[in-house]
């Protein structure tokens, strides 16, 4: 029996080698992708509508604004707390709008072309409130401090919901751009559906493009949550580009090309970075005959070329499993913006039959879409684990996301209000599943070798995020209905990857003399291009997992990284990643900026 596991598991270690083809029907990706769309839905503040399919949440934040007499209810909370940011909503705006507006025709044919229009438009009203005199944009509500010291639904919050703005006299550059930015790419959206609407989106994105370029400053006031570390210059430029899509006024792309900085070489795009971004959505425009952005195709092939395992200058790492890693916390953020951009990419290669150069070494289109198909289907269980970290996708996925809304029960079923301590002891620390299912919620995900811990302390790994769905929604309406098409992604990338299994070292020992019940030792040896590794699993339901090979073998305190059982010695975890492990919303260039209570 063990010999036969054993040629079992050598067998599929080794199909991570070599060339690979996706088959279809693999995923169900229409459904994955409704229930991406369905998670921005759990994420709403202000008066739900009547059409509101997330029935275990109600009404909150609908005094918003209140401080300062203006209507400020409405948009997105961000992540598992209660607070609003401005500049990761308007990201995720955004790159949702994209997804929409270049894959428009698919979210058509799968059926969800309304709920994408619903999902942004419930933040671009938001945002339309929130800048609605000129030169001033409200770019926060609520004290994160005080929020992330509490753990209450957002029906219950009874933290101050403190308002930060940032005018002439306090600039803000990032947040009015991304704001510009989402505005417009929604413009184009409604453009034809809701003309007056699309107007309206424009002349507001227009405003807000002047006066973060007239007033340029960079504004902190959202630290240490989300420091802008990259500058402001990605996110004029970002803006400057959706407002030269949507009007082809020659004023942008003059602004472009006098304000360009094409020697901005990047390996990830996130809420602060935005060349990459900038460089694909330029290069589109290159191939539609507008040779003024001619110099940012390269970089945004040198972009490509940084992921894509057997290129020369690859520069981004992946787990052992083959998932991209850029950095600790919500890392899952990185890969569904790396897999859009790849997808989009693949998508102008094609269209002009070309293939990418990375050195020497020539990828086809479909290698290109191929790996980004990899990184999507890594997410929705194809990994060394067989977990989807999408909630609610599958029979196994996580059930104790970071999540206030999520992790305490419904107020449609306990309409009591359930104040900031009890929600600490009574539901934070309930070794239990949530009691409310956040449906198509990407999880923050494994770390850097594939070990994931489902227990809501880790905030680091259990904590999702607007901005890691929305690149997600264009992405899997792509492969739903090129699959549906019986049209296979193809990839051929005849290449030896690092996470690629060079060799199988069975280690087993048949004990002959192991008592009933007791089982035998089983252990084995990975070794790859790039480390070695070993799992083992003791007799009688000993300790098991990964336990050589890695920096430190010792597991995060809670769970055991396999089975998932409490060990005896365990001592209390502080709330919200108090552990230390909680920097999902750190500054993406440089290292993690962790809470200072590590409560999040």
Avoid at 23 to 36: P, Q
Wanted: with cysteine; proline share 5%; charged share 25%.
């Amino acid at each position: 029996m063990a010999k036969a596991m054993e040629a079992l598991l050598a067998v599929v270690l080794l199909l991570f080698c070599g060339e690979w083809q996706v088959l279809r029907g693999e995923f169900d990706y229409r459904d994955a992708l409704s229930k991406s769309i369905l998670f921005l839905e759990a994420q709403r503040s202000g008066k739900l509508p009547q059409s509101q399919r997330v029935k275990w949440r109600g009404d909150s934040g609908l005094t918003d604004g209140k401080l300062q007499n203006v209507d400020l209810a409405g948009g997105y909370y961000d992540a598992g707390d209660n607070v609003k940011y401005g500049l990761p909503m308007a990201f995720t705006i955004t790159t949702l709008a994209w997804g929409t507006l270049d894959y428009g025709k698919e979210l058509k044919a799968a059926g969800e072309i309304q709920n994408a229009r619903d999902a942004i438009r419930w933040g671009t009203d938001y945002f339309l409130k929130a800048s609605a005199t000129p030169n001033e944009l409200w770019v926060q509500v609520g004290d994160p401090q005080a929020d992330h010291n509490c753990w209450e639904r957002p029906e219950d919050m009874d933290t101050p919901r403190s308002l930060y703005k940032i005018d002439k006299d306090t600039p803000g550059s990032e947040i009015a751009a991304e704001t510009a930015a989402a505005l417009a790419a929604s413009s184009i959206v409604f453009r034809f559906t809701n003309p007056r609407y699309s107007h309206l989106l424009l002349q507001r994105s227009q405003s807000l493009f002047s006066f973060a370029d007239r007033y340029k400053g960079t504004y902190g006031g959202e630290c240490p949550f989300y420091c802008s570390v990259s500058g402001y210059n990605d996110e004029l430029l970002w803006a400057a580009s959706w407002l030269y899509r949507a009007t082809k006024s020659s004023y942008y792309s003059n602004y472009i090309i006098q304000h360009d900085d094409v020697k901005a070489y990047v390996n990830e795009f996130n809420w602060d970075l935005k060349y990459a971004g900038i460089q694909v959505l330029l290069t589109d425009l290159y191939f539609q005959g507008e040779a003024q952005f001619s110099a940012y195709r390269s970089n945004a092939e040198r972009f490509v070329c940084s992921l894509l395992p057997g290129s020369p200058i690859r520069s981004v790492k992946t787990t052992p499993g083959g998932l991209l890693y850029v950095r600790d916390g919500a890392n899952t953020q990185y890969v569904t913006s790396a897999a859009f951009l790849m997808a989009r990419y693949s998508d102008l290669l094609s269209a002009k039959k070309r293939t990418l150069s990375c050195g020497n070494t020539l990828f086809k289109p479909n290698d290109v879409m191929g790996f980004a198909k990899l990184q999507i289907d890594y997410l929705l269980g194809r990994n060394p684990l067989g977990i989807s970290y999408m909630v609610g996708y599958g029979s196994k996925y996580p059930r104790q996301p970071h999540h206030r809304g999520a992790s305490v029960v419904s107020i449609h079923q306990q309409p009591r209000k359930i104040k900031c301590i009890e929600g600490f002891m009574n539901w934070f620390h309930k070794d239990s599943s949530n009691p409310n299912t956040l449906i198509g919620a990407i999880v923050g995900g494994p770390d850097k070798y594939d070990r994931f811990v489902d227990l809501r302390t880790k905030s680091s790994m259990l904590e999702p995020t607007t901005y890691i769905n929305s690149p997600l929604v264009g992405v899997l309406a792509k492969f739903e209905i090129t699959l549906r098409n019986n049209k296979l992604v193809h990839g051929s990338l005849s290449i030896n990857p690092p996470w690629c299994v060079q060799q199988f070292v069975s280690k087993s020992k048949l004990e002959s003399d192991a008592g009933p019940g007791e089982g035998r030792d089983f252990e084995f040896e990975i070794r790859t291009r790039q480390e070695t590794l070993q799992w083992t699993s003791k007799p009688g339901g000993g300790r098991k997992g990964w336990i050589s090979g890695l920096p430190d073998s010792s597991e995060p305190n809670g769970k055991d990284l396999v089975d998932g059982n409490p060990k005896a010695g365990d001592k209390p975890v502080d709330p919200d990643g108090g552990d230390g492990a909680s920097c999902a919303r750190h500054s993406p260039r440089k290292g993690p900026i962790c809470r200072d209570n590590g409560r999040s």
